[in-house]
């Protein structure tokens, strides 16, 4: 494969892993998380799921989250997605619950409906996001429940949830 030939985000990528002996884990924190916000910005992800793929065993959680979200986005693999669902990392399932965001398919809504009893509020929170973006009303009185009850959710997830479900509210 010839470097010109790539987008400017997949030699981006290339790069970084290539800087660290193509190990992901010796990727510093901060460059990839600011790599992945670059990436987020300018590409729809599909050409670039393998290094993203290699960004889902870095030592950072939250490095880990914004790589399966970014997998999620560029390829839609429920499958994959089944997968890291599994994982321990609530951050790494958050991040794959995120990428069905916008999906609207009976497997998508039965994947979003098991994790919205994840125990992990973040992972759970964003099910209920993406069945509330998929016009399942069930969803949004959920939500407006854990926002005024007993277990009631964070602030800035509140606000976070009020922005992400606010066309359908």
């Not at 669902?85 to 994947?111: F, H, K, M, Y």
């Amino acid at each position: 494969v010839q470097t010109c030939a790539l987008p400017i985000y997949a030699r981006l990528m290339r790069k970084m892993l290539g800087n660290a002996g193509g190990d992901p884990a010796a990727v510093p924190t901060g460059i990839a998380l600011r790599v992945l916000e670059i990436i987020d910005a300018i590409s729809d992800c599909s050409r670039i799921t393998v290094y993203l793929m290699q960004l889902e065993r870095h030592r950072s959680a939250e490095v880990r989250s914004k790589a399966a979200l970014l997998v999620g986005r560029g390829n839609v693999n429920l499958r994959h997605v089944r997968n890291l669902l599994a994982s321990e990392d609530d951050r790494l399932r958050a991040g794959a619950v995120e990428s069905l965001w916008g999906l609207n398919t009976p497997q998508t809504r039965d994947i979003l409906r098991n994790a919205a009893s994840d125990p992990h509020r973040r992972v759970a929170i964003n099910a209920l996001v993406g069945l509330c973006k998929a016009g399942e009303s069930d969803a949004r009185h959920r939500l407006i429940e854990l926002s005024t009850g007993i277990d009631r959710i964070s602030r800035s997830e509140e606000r976070r949830v009020g922005k992400e479900c606010r066309s359908r509210w």
